[in-house]
């Protein structure tokens, strides 16, 4: 089925790219007025569709906050795959994609606001889509951690890793880095520890006999 073909969903037929401007709008909406006080004629107004339409494709605000998640994860993953089509294997790998993450959290005017005046919501959401989160940043994490030295030695699973790695994306989302790309160089170096192998330890220098004073002939 073509991707303008149109879907029964007992509010007659949808269109697919009707849908897509209206999520699109969403956005706009959200970073300009915000979470809390969104309404569904700013929605509306930012998509340039009637609230008739709207409300065909969208009934209550919750449900369209819903899609518009799930819309938003579907496009990220998107872009992050098409970011690392051409990028090297290995740590330059990781470094494409982390350096992708800060730039779209840094650059999305909806995330930011969001982040900056609804902290509560922010923090629901993050409980409730952190096994999602998981899955999506896996999609390119887990390839690359499962050649690293405690998943090859059976010390950690490649699972196990990702929930680590992603739990540490989401640190530096909340608390940005001025330099995206210094935050990136950070998260990358932790895949370095995580590749290289240990330094052989140094063996200890033999300790030198200590000159024993002879007393003999000492009164």
């Known amino acids: 089925m073509p991707s303008s073909a149109r879907t029964g969903n007992g509010h007659g037929e949808l269109s697919a790219r009707t849908r897509a401007r209206i999520l699109d709008g969403a956005m706009l909406a959200i970073a300009r007025h915000g979470l809390s006080k969104l309404g569904m004629s700013d929605v509306s107004e930012s998509a340039g569709v009637s609230r008739g339409t709207l409300y065909r494709y969208f009934p209550t605000r919750e449900e369209l906050l819903q899609h518009l998640g799930a819309y938003e994860t579907l496009r990220f993953q998107e872009r ?88 540490l994306m989401i640190s530096a989302v909340l608390f940005p880095d001025a330099d995206p790309e210094g935050m990136a160089r950070s998260l990358t170096a932790v895949y370095g520890l995580l590749t290289h192998p240990p330094a052989p330890a140094r063996a200890a220098r033999p300790r030198r006999p200590t000159a024993r004073r002879s007393h003999r002939g000492q009164r």
């Open 80 to 167: 992050v795959s098409e970011a690392l089509r051409d990028a090297p294997p290995g740590a330059e790998r990781l470094r494409t994609a982390l350096l992708y993450v800060a730039h779209y959290v840094e650059e999305h005017p909806a995330i930011r606001r969001v982040l900056e005046t609804e902290p509560a919501f922010v923090l629901r959401y993050l409980r409730a889509e952190f096994p999602a989160l998981c899955v999506a940043t896996g999609a390119f994490l887990a390839p690359l951690l499962a050649e690293t030295r405690p998943v090859r030695d059976g010390v950690a699973t490649a699972e196990q890793l990702v929930d680590w790695l992603t739990r």
